[in-house]
């Protein structure tokens, strides 16, 4: 029989959702696309959605993760900072050691 662990991997703060994937791949877009509203474009969720969601990460997190330009004749952008960056990275290593540790895990249902 095979068996397969469900879980999704979030970080709080203060009682509210500070990191999860959600956030990170709208951060990782706002990286690649250089806007955000390209950025909800790309994962098909609205410009006012993903605004409130970046403006969490920020109030929650302990520097500034987007660095935002407002719109005009040559357009607005946003861009993640580096701590913003070290903050995807580090989301990323502590999703995949959690999957990795599940694995292990998992393996124990095998032993009986």
């Given at each position: 029989m095979s068996y397969k662990?469900?879980?999704r991997?979030?970080?709080?703060?203060?009682?509210?959702?500070f990191l999860g994937e959600g956030r990170v791949q709208l951060l990782k877009a706002i990286d690649e696309t250089g806007s955000?509203?390209?950025a909800a474009k790309s994962l098909n969720i609205s410009y006012k959605k993903a605004w409130g969601?970046?403006?969490s990460?920020?109030?929650?997190a302990?520097?500034?993760v987007t660095i935002n330009s407002i719109g005009g004749k040559g357009g607005g952008g946003a861009e993640l900072t580096d701590y913003g960056k070290n903050l995807v990275h580090a989301f990323?290593?502590?999703?995949?050691?959690?999957w990795e540790f599940l694995?292990?895990?998992l393996e124990k249902l095998k032993e009986l």
């Open positions: 662990i469900k879980s991997i979030w970080i709080e703060s203060k009682n509210k959702v955000l509203s390209k969601l970046i403006d990460v920020n109030k929650s302990k520097q500034p990323d290593d502590i999703n995949k050691n959690c694995d292990t895990q």
